[in-house]
């Protein structure tokens, strides 16, 4: 008998022949390409690589931004309620500031462009030289919150953005407390028969007058103040007048604290000047409210060119600023602190007509005018693209003197720039672009810097305050004990804002705030 082992004895070697051939085909096929790094985006006009451009502004946005220390913290807060207190002592002593007023402070001082203000006023200031950290406080000498209120707005005699104030239809008590802050068309407004002029025009509210005021009070609360110093308080360096600003820089620990005062007039709702403003498209369209957005305006002691000085004030919209800065993604707003400090360094010398307030200008019509999901990139090249388009943008509005206002399209505020002035801005903004690494570079660099200063400032006052004292103090158990306590605060209540208040005739029992609550 025979078997047939056909399909066994030639399967076998097929097998190992196709095994063969799948190994050969392998061993010649092209392997899969290994994935391309996308090559990193230079800037055609610098040769900047945009990667390492962001770095350098991601890195200063972080030094600016430090968080505070407790130490910090603390010495920022005791300067505050220095100020309030000062004003407090404005208002004894004067009467004429509202009783409940409302203030609006705002981080940064006039000279990082918080307000619209003209900056060859503003006087010479370089952060870390002379101060560590600064703001803007907005003090209401008049507020006119009551809608009832008739509020004479005088726009006739002057330019897109500018008003006199009329306080003729105001109540007796007001214009008696103004009185010598008011002017006529051409003298000081003075009572007239049994009361005040009631012509059509009159009784303007003079902002040169409510400035000289201001400066005077608040020097002399100040004065008040050192004359009987507080232990713990900290110490006025300076009250410096710097056109319509009082200027302070305080001494709290190791911080030196500069602050902006600026007397305003402060109204609720939205003048009719910029109700146009309202029905346009915005950015910030479904992010907040327009009660938000509109909650209220203020007039500046603040002329435009070729208006008068002693009559004039400028519309500022502060509050509603405030509101939409939440709304900038954050990729613009890393990018506009970066163009801020280089163009501040770039318009210190001389002193020229563009401040950073034109460049927040047009951050906010950026805004407006550029897709929400560019502007909020998460690119490692965003914050590049962002920074050397606001230098372009601002190159753009200086050469064709054009920069309308955000809230009031219809005022040019660069429409009175001199043409020589905008051709030397130019050619700086030039120079800027064309080489932007080298001066954030340099920004970077001074950030670190004032950083170190301040840490060895910091170190310096712990070592001497925990060497012994050579005298003995009665007191230093009670001290302790607050010592200890206020610790304990701020471990149980990390974030919150803590405040001590001592009785100066019995120390022995203080009273704490932990944000708006007493204990």
Request: aromatic share 8%; glycine share 6%; proline share 8%.
């Amino acid at each position: 008998m025979s078997y047939l082992l056909f399909s066994r004895s030639e399967s076998l070697p097929l097998t190992v022949q196709l095994g063969a051939m799948d190994s050969l085909m392998s061993a010649v096929a092209p392997r899969p390409l290994a994935p391309v790094k996308k090559p990193s985006e230079v800037d055609f006009r610098s040769g900047a690589g945009l990667e390492q451009l962001s770095a350098l502004v991601q890195e200063f946005v972080q030094l600016e931004q430090r968080e505070f220390g407790d130490q910090t913290a603390l010495e920022v807060h005791t300067a505050k309620d220095f100020i309030f207190n000062m004003l407090g002592l404005v208002q004894k002593f004067d009467q004429r500031l509202p009783v409940a007023n409302e203030y609006l402070l705002l981080s940064g001082g006039a000279r990082e462009g918080v307000l619209d203000l003209n900056p060859e006023d503003l006087g010479d200031y370089a952060k870390g030289a002379d101060y560590d950290l600064d703001f803007t406080l907005l003090v209401p000498a008049l507020k006119l919150h009551d809608r009832n209120q008739p509020v004479t707005l005088d726009m006739r005699q002057s330019g897109p953005c500018h008003s006199w104030l009329s306080l003729r239809l105001c109540d007796p008590t007001t214009l008696t407390r103004w009185q010598h802050c008011c002017l006529e068309e051409n003298q000081l407004c003075s009572e007239v028969g049994n009361g005040f002029p009631q012509t059509p025009d009159g009784c303007y509210f003079s902002p040169t007058l409510v400035v000289d005021w201001f400066h005077g009070a608040v020097a002399a609360a100040v004065k008040e103040l050192r004359h009987n110093p507080k232990r713990g308080t900290p110490v006025p360096e300076k009250v410096e007048r710097n056109g319509p600003l009082t200027t302070l820089i305080l001494t709290a620990g190791t911080s030196r604290i500069l602050y902006d005062l600026l007397p305003v007039v402060s109204f609720r709702g939205w003048p009719a000047v910029a109700q146009g403003w309202l029905t346009a498209n915005h950015f910030w369209d479904g992010k907040i409210t327009e009660e938000e957005a509109i909650s209220g305006f203020y007039l500046l002691p603040c002329c435009g060119s070729g208006g008068r000085p002693e009559k004039e004030w400028r519309l500022a919209f502060s509050r509603s600023e405030v509101q939409l800065k939440k709304c900038i993604p954050q990729p613009l707003s890393q990018a506009f602190q970066a163009a801020r400090v280089i163009i501040a360094k770039l318009l210190a010398r001389p002193k020229a007509a563009l401040s950073p307030y034109h460049l927040r200008t047009l951050m906010f019509w950026a805004c407006d005018r550029l897709p929400a999901t560019y502007l909020s990139s998460q690119e490692p090249e965003a914050p590049a693209r962002l920074l050397l388009g606001l230098l372009d943008d601002l190159a753009h509005s200086v050469l064709n003197k054009s920069c309308p206002n955000y809230f009031l399209p219809q005022c040019n505020m660069l429409e009175h720039l001199p043409d020589s002035t905008a051709l030397l801005l130019a050619r700086k903004l030039s120079c800027v672009r064309a080489d932007p690494a080298e001066h954030l570079r340099a920004a970077v660099e001074q950030a670190r810097e004032t950083s170190r200063l301040k840490r060895e400032a910091g170190a310096n006052d712990t070592s001497l305050s925990s060497s012994p004292c050579p005298c003995p103090n009665p007191s230093q158990p009670g001290d302790d004990r607050l010592a200890r306590r206020l610790q304990q605060l701020v471990t149980e209540n990390p974030g919150k804002s803590i405040s001590v208040f001592l009785n100066p005739e019995d120390v022995s029992r203080p009273h704490f705030r932990i944000d708006d609550k007493f204990y």
